[in-house]
C-alpha cells in the first residue's frame, strides 16, 4: 500500500481505487492524483489529495477520454 507523508510529518497509508490508479507529486509532498473509473455515471473521476485529505475533483465525461489521453499524449512526446 502506497505511503505519503502529511504536511505535519506523519506518514499515512492509503488504498488504491478499486477502478483506477493514483499517481504520486514529483515533488513527493504528500501531493496525489487519483484517477478512477465510475461505469455507473459514465465518468472518470480525477482527485487530487494531500495526504489523507481529497482537496478537489473532476468529473470528466468517458466520452472526453481520448481527447485526455490524446492531450497527455502530445505533450509527452514533445517533452523529448
Known amino acids: 500500500m502506497p505511503t505519503v507523508t502529511e504536511p ?12 483506477g490508479r493514483a ?16 461505469a455507473d455515471d459514465d465518468v472518470v473521476v480525477l482527485s487530487l489529495w ?8 473532476f468529473r470528466l465525461p ?8 490524446a492531450t497527455l499524449s502530445r505533450g509527452a512526446i514533445g517533452a523529448r
Open 62 to 69: 468517458v466520452d472526453a477520454v481520448p481527447d485526455l489521453v
Open 50 to 57: 494531500r495526504g489523507s485529505r481529497c482537496t478537489g475533483t
Open 8 to 19: 505535519s510529518g506523519a506518514m499515512v497509508a492509503f488504498p488504491l481505487p478499486p477502478h
Open 23 to 38: 499517481f504520486e507529486d514529483v515533488r513527493r509532498d504528500g501531493r496525489i492524483l487519483r484517477v478512477t473509473w465510475h
